[in-house]
């Protein structure tokens, strides 16, 4: 089983729909990320986490908001999904201490018409 | 802020050496990353590196120095599966977070 998942895996939906992105891991990190990627550029991070109880905006959360549920889950959510936020996203986890060795989904993409 | 740059693309035939260069800006340091991503996939971890030098890990290498902000993976013996897109990451004060490079595609020729 994959330790990290994220579903759904693609997603088409129109613009003003509220749409959520869901990621669950089993790797017991508790440092959770959001990223996207858009066609040919890098992962730009949207929300943070480093536990239940702490949350932190990224470089490009207009638009986004996040629940962290439990440890093992965190969602992403579009309150108003437009055509610019189509994209690829991926769900990410770390474990405090260490390394900054990220762990990815594999990623969700989303199509907004 | 934080700003990394890699070469956008390269291209080289099977059995060759390849460097991928990146430079980086930061307002803290905490680490180089490397990051491989196949098309359609998800990115999976390659390297870090913490502390000026060579870390060596099979067919992949990376190298860092603080000094120059300057860092580069090195894939040797290249194989047509390495066709995908890498990406240097640094990790800021404390390695709260990951600022990535826009990438660098790797096509393999035969």
């Known amino acids: 089983d994959a330790d990290v998942t994220q579903t759904p895996r693609n997603r088409i939906t129109k613009t003003g729909k509220r749409i959520m992105l869901e990621c669950s891991q089993t790797?017991?990190?508790?440092?959770m990320y959001w990223y996207r990627q858009d066609p040919g550029l890098g992962l730009r991070l949207i929300y943070y986490s480093f536990d239940v109880k702490d949350i932190n905006k990224g470089e490009i959360s207009d638009g986004y908001s996040v629940s962290r549920q439990a440890q093992a889950k965190f969602s992403l959510s579009l309150e108003s999904a437009i055509p610019n936020q189509t994209a690829l996203y991926f769900c990410a986890t770390r474990k405090t201490g260490g390394t900054d060795t990220q762990y990815f989904g594999p990623g969700t993409r989303l199509t907004v018409l | 802020g934080q700003s990394l740059e890699q070469p956008s693309e390269v291209t080289a035939v099977e059995g060759a050496i390849v460097q991928i260069n990146c430079t980086y800006q930061?307002?803290?340091?905490?680490?180089l990353s490397w990051y491989q991503q196949h098309d359609g996939g998800a990115p999976t971890f390659l390297s870090y590196?913490?502390?000026?030098g060579l870390e060596e890990t099979g067919r992949f290498s990376s190298f860092l120095s603080r000094s120059d902000s300057y860092g580069y993976l090195l894939l040797q013996e290249l194989q047509m599966k390495d066709s995908a897109s890498y990406f240097c990451a640094v990790g800021g004060a404390a390695g709260n977070k990951l600022t990535f490079g826009g990438g660098t595609r790797v096509l393999v020729k035969p």
């Open positions: 790797k017991g990190h508790d440092r």
């Open positions: 590196n913490a502390l000026d």
């Open positions: 930061t307002s803290g340091f905490y680490g």
